[in-house]
């Protein structure tokens, strides 16, 4: 379906509200649950809008699209930093820190650039399977920390 500027506008700005606003929390989150387990929440979320997006093409499904990628990348990105945070040490957080941001800075925009050019060649169904490459490698990863933490204290 196609959708108005007025129904895009909204539901880009409810995406932007998904991805900042949980901010809010996610910090206490992590410290209760521990970054992993959010982490892992993150990527369901994904899977969610990944489904989503894949199951329909109204205004709704559009909607719960951005909003899940919203709140699953707040939950990635702090969950991811508050990893990187813990495993550099004092003197070196502010560095590692910088460069984790800068390497995700960058793979967003390159994976923004990516989609405009998937969805143009290859249409929308190609472009939101596409996403599913890096949800995996988190998925991936996480199930590898987890075996090695699993390991570490066994």
């Known amino acids: 379906a196609k959708l108005g500027t007025s129904a895009n506008a909204t539901i880009i700005q409810w995406h932007v509200v998904a991805m900042f606003a949980p901010a809010f929390f996610t910090g206490n989150l992590i410290a209760r649950l521990g970054a992993p387990i959010i982490l892992a929440i993150g990527v369901l979320i994904y899977l969610v809008a990944i489904a989503s997006a894949l199951l329909g093409d109204g205004f709704w499904w559009y ?92």
């Open 63 to 154: 909607f719960v699209t951005l909003a899940c990628m919203g709140l699953g990348w707040n939950f990635l990105y702090i969950g991811g930093s508050s990893l990187v945070a813990s495993v550099a040490n004092p003197e070196e957080r502010g560095r590692v820190q910088g460069i984790a941001d800068l390497v995700t800075t960058t793979s967003v925009a390159m994976a923004s650039l990516a989609a405009g050019a998937l969805h143009s060649q290859f249409g929308w169904e190609v472009m939101v399977l596409s996403a599913l490459g890096p949800v995996m490698i988190i998925a991936i990863a996480l199930a590898w920390l987890g075996m090695l933490r699993r390991q570490n204290y066994a």
